[in-house]
């Protein structure tokens, strides 16, 4: 059963730092990455990379944010910095299977939040 377990999410006032962890397991995948959702609007990526290191991020996080993952430990890592309170959101996890069972399946974590004061 694939699970993606976030965590380090909080309160900060702006300016400051947080740095989110997924913990995926049950399978392998290929692009991991995060997305958000703040109150009354769509899920968005904030940024995504694949099992070889490439990366891809939002015009609105490019700069401050920074994924990174240990394929070892099928760890994905978000290091936000510079925050601001437009960045305050439900940030979820999201890893593709990879598997010949689940190759192209999206997986979701159930996400943790982010609050930025300003």
């Known amino acids: 059963q694939v699970q993606l377990v976030e965590s380090g999410g909080g309160l900060v006032q702006a300016g400051g730092s947080l740095r989110l962890s997924c913990a995926a397991s049950?399978?392998?995948?290929?692009?991991m990455g995060w997305y958000r959702q703040a109150p009354g609007k769509r899920r968005e990526l904030v940024a995504v990379?694949?099992?070889?290191?490439?990366?891809n991020y939002a015009d609105s996080v490019k700069g401050r944010f920074t994924i990174s993952r240990d394929n070892a430990k099928n760890t994905v890592y978000l290091q936000m910095n510079s925050l601001k309170p437009e960045d305050t959101a439900v940030y979820y996890c999201?890893?593709?299977?990879?598997?010949?069972?689940?190759?192209?399946?999206?997986?979701w974590g159930k996400g943790t939040l982010v609050t930025v004061s300003s």
């Open positions: 049950g399978s392998i995948f290929s692009t």
């Open positions: 990379i694949t099992s070889g290191g490439s990366t």
């Open positions: 999201n890893a593709e299977g990879a598997t010949r069972e689940n190759y192209g399946v999206d997986y």
